[in-house]
């Protein structure tokens, strides 16, 4: 039993230390893509934002390597001597080199992506899978620890919930619900048929499909965390706002309404954390999509309140109302689906 815990330990030490590297590798992504979008005159693959990403890089391959090399018996290959969950990691430090150089050639044969395109680029998207694997390892290896039917969510595995929430963020930026006006923006309603309709429509269509999938961003990892515990963990709504708020706000250059919307979003989610804590935990697993729901409505209704007291909401009431509505529809349909299975006796 000593020994069992003294190994749970140093796993768990192990796990830390992995995604405290890929917190690196997060904050470098968002760096680079904040030069993408505020450097005009970025002409060239060797770049500070580019070393700061794949120094990390380095960093976690050496740090995989030692990890693999520790846990090796004599005589054992070293692909059979990766710890649970770390074969993924070793596999996406392999793919990200890979994913690496040709990404190099991708520039020098076809520019340097200065907007949109940099976050659809073939070669991006595939450094982004290869840092999905390396920022799950603590999920994989706290599920691999764990006993059938008891699982226990980490410190690390916890924390690479939240990092991956904010690599979602960052593929995702162009329809975040946190970096752009909503309901700030002046709108006028116009009757069907009027010339140019559609061209004033479009940017509210586009806001209300963002908060749809803000909500699903945010939604989707705190339920992911429910699926094998009794309860949430403390502070994890408020985790995964900021991953999914602040990271995007920042890369986009801090401007004041998504900053406002952020801090009000934040504040809610801390308050939605204190209702969790004293709710029960019976009355939690019968009413998840109620619960889910609520927190999804809290969470705009906050960021909406923040757009108020230090601008001004331009939609009418039926839209930005409407947006909390259709939020709360989707977090309420997502729980449902996670929740559904066979009825238990």
Aim: glycine share 8%.
């Amino acid at each position: 039993m000593l020994e069992t815990a003294r190994n749970t330990r140093a796993g768990g030490l192990r796990d830390l230390v992995t995604e405290l590297l890929g917190l690196w590798l997060l904050l470098a992504v968002f760096l680079d893509g904040w030069a993408h979008l505020n450097v005009p005159s970025l002409e060239t693959f060797f770049t500070p934002w580019h070393a700061a990403l794949y120094s990390g890089m380095v960093a976690t391959a050496a740090w995989t390597a030692v990890v693999i090399w520790r846990n090796r018996a004599p005589g054992q290959p070293l692909w059979q001597a990766a710890p649970p969950g770390y074969r993924g990691t070793a596999v996406g430090v392999i793919l990200f080199a890979t994913a690496g150089g040709l990404d190099l050639l991708w520039h020098e044969l076809l520019g340097i992506e200065v907007s949109l395109d940099a976050l659809v680029s073939p070669t991006h998207l595939l450094l982004g899978f290869s840092l999905f694997l390396i920022l799950g390892t603590a999920v994989r290896s706290a599920r691999a620890a764990s006993h059938p039917g008891n699982f226990a969510w980490t410190p690390a595995a916890l924390f690479a919930v939240v990092l991956l929430t904010g690599l979602g963020a960052f593929f995702l930026i162009y329809c975040s619900a946190f970096v752009r006006p909503g309901p700030t923006a002046l709108f006028t309603p116009m009757p069907v048929g009027t010339p140019g309709r559609i061209q004033s429509e479009m940017p509210v269509v586009i806001a209300l499909a963002s908060y749809l999938l803000t909500t699903a961003l945010i939604i989707a990892p705190f339920l992911f965390t429910l699926s094998a515990a009794r309860r949430p963990a403390r502070g994890i709504v408020t985790m995964l706002v900021v991953a999914a708020a602040w990271l995007p706000v920042a890369m986009v250059g801090l401007r004041p309404f998504a900053i406002a919307g952020a801090a009000g979003a934040t504040v809610a989610a801390v308050v939605a954390d204190l209702l969790l804590a004293k709710a029960p935990d019976a009355w939690l697993s019968r009413r998840l999509p109620g619960v889910a729901a609520g927190i999804a409505a809290l969470l705009w209704t906050g960021q909406l309140v923040a757009f108020a007291v230090t601008d001004a909401i331009r939609w009418p009431p039926s839209l930005w109302l409407g947006a909390v509505v259709l939020s709360a529809a989707a977090a309420a349909g997502l729980a449902a689906l996670s929740s559904w299975g066979p009825a238990r006796s």
